[in-house]
């Protein structure tokens, strides 16, 4: 079974620019997470899509950073404009249903620089 | 007042012994609390998880849960030079949260 593909795995951007992270969930899973994670802190949740609907962007920045997840299966972040401190591993994740005792999967993430 | 927070270390072991792990939580309606394992550049993993008071083993895994006390804890048992990495508890409630992670040290 194909795990959980991120694209690209790393990018370097100067600030004010914009940027657009791509997840692709294992095959079947109806939930797919965001987070971020920055150097020394555990992941923080951007936003949780259950198919192709949103159940949680409590925490995502929405003046600068979108996600869709359209068909509900692949998905794609994107900041814009980005801030120094945006630099951070963004992480996807996919669960299969979502549950509370559901298991997520985590991609390989992609590692963005701003500078 | 974090929702998650864990001893931050970082912890080291010796090889063959008992590293304990410790975790506590502020919402009272968490229900479920997952333990994942992050070798250094890479994505977490799950290690186990957890949703009623009391023990739960798998292996050289034990995790311990007292809702009353909001804690939640990790013991691997036998430490293995392999199992040094960043330690990540998570709770499930209204949302889903990561603590900061607790860096283990299993040391030949």
């Known amino acids: 079974e194909a795990g959980v593909a991120q694209s690209p795995r790393y990018k370097i951007i100067e600030k004010r620019q914009s940027v657009a992270f791509w997840c692709n969930p294992i095959?079947?899973?109806?939930?797919l997470y965001w987070y971020q994670q920055i150097l020394g802190q555990g992941p923080k949740l951007l936003i949780q899509?259950?198919?192709?609907?949103?159940?949680?962007d409590s925490q995502l920045p929405k003046d600068r950073f979108s996600a869709e997840r359209l068909k509900g299966v692949d998905s794609t972040l994107k900041i814009q404009p980005a801030k120094l401190e945006d630099s951070a591993v963004y992480l996807c994740?996919?669960?299969?249903?979502?549950?509370?005792?559901?298991?997520?999967?985590f991609g390989p993430g992609t590692r963005l620089t701003v500078l | 007042q974090k929702e998650v927070e864990q001893n931050s270390g970082p912890l080291s072991v010796p090889e063959g012994a008992i590293a304990s792990l410790n975790c506590t939580y502020s919402d009272r309606g968490s229900q479920s609390f997952f333990w994942y394992r992050q070798y250094s550049g890479k994505s977490p993993e799950l290690i186990m998880f957890i949703y009623s008071n009391g023990d739960k083993e798998d292996g050289r895994f034990t995790a311990q849960l007292n809702k009353a006390s909001q804690y939640v804890s990790l013991l691997i048992r036998d430490s293995q030079p392999s199992d040094s990495a960043t330690y990540l508890c998570a709770v499930t409630g209204n949302q889903f949260y990561f603590g900061t992670g607790t860096s283990l040290t299993v040391i030949p």
């Open positions: 994740a996919s669960s299969p249903s979502g549950g509370f005792l559901d298991t997520q999967y």
């Open positions: 095959s079947g899973h109806a939930t």
């Open positions: 899509f259950q198919n192709n609907g949103v159940v949680d």
